[in-house]
């Protein structure tokens, strides 16, 4: 939870995670933007919204990603790929 987008790049899905990163970087130069031309009416919704949307997807998605991927590991049982390659 500490920035959007490093959960999925944790979880494997370094596209998206990456996605998530770069329209946050969007929108918070976009509000930079707003913030400077005066337009604070625009700016303050860009970034409640816009931001702390993108936040909240992030923190959603890599805990369902997460919990896809635990669940696949518990269906395997303890014989994991890993396992199975190492030993």
Do not use: T
């Amino acid at each position: 939870m500490l920035h959007g987008g490093l959960g999925q790049i944790y979880n494997g899905e370094i596209g998206k995670g990456l996605g998530i990163i770069v329209s946050k970087v969007i929108v918070l130069i976009l509000g930079i933007v707003l913030l400077a031309m005066g337009r604070w009416g625009f700016a303050i919704p860009l970034f409640l919204f816009g931001w702390g949307g993108l936040w909240a997807f992030g923190v959603w998605d890599a805990y369902q990603s997460a919990h896809r991927h635990n669940q696949r590991q518990f269906e395997m049982g303890p014989e994991s790929e890993w396992i199975k390659g190492h030993f």
